[in-house]
């Protein structure tokens, strides 16, 4: 378990790392720091192993691009907000 939010560099080396894994056939391992969108990403490409389309990689990219520049982040906030909205 991560007890403090990973430097940006750490979080690069993770997602190297974990598309790496994933890239070879392994899974993603889950005390990555990486966030849901990313690790998702990661996961369609493992699933996806041994005919892995680059657009997978691509999305994998863009999806740890938007982790490390806060617009996942946003998104799911906004998406809580819309929730509860819809309940009240």
């Known amino acids: ?11 690069r ?6 598309l790496d894994a994933v890239r070879g056939g392994e899974g993603v391992a889950t005390d990555t720091g990486l966030d849901v969108p990313t690790v998702a990403a ?8 041994p005919s892995i389309p680059e657009q997978l990689v691509a ?8 982790q490390l520049d806060g617009s996942n982040a946003a998104a ?8 509860f909205e819809q309940d009240g």
């Open 13 to 18: 080396h993770s997602f190297d790392e974990a």
């Open 42 to 49: 990661l996961w369609e490409i493992a699933e996806a192993y």
């Open 1 to 11: 378990m991560l007890l403090d939010h990973p430097t940006e560099d750490e979080l």
């Open 76 to 83: 799911r906030q906004a998406a809580v907000e819309r929730a």
């Open 59 to 66: 999305a994998a990219r863009a999806a740890f691009a938007g």
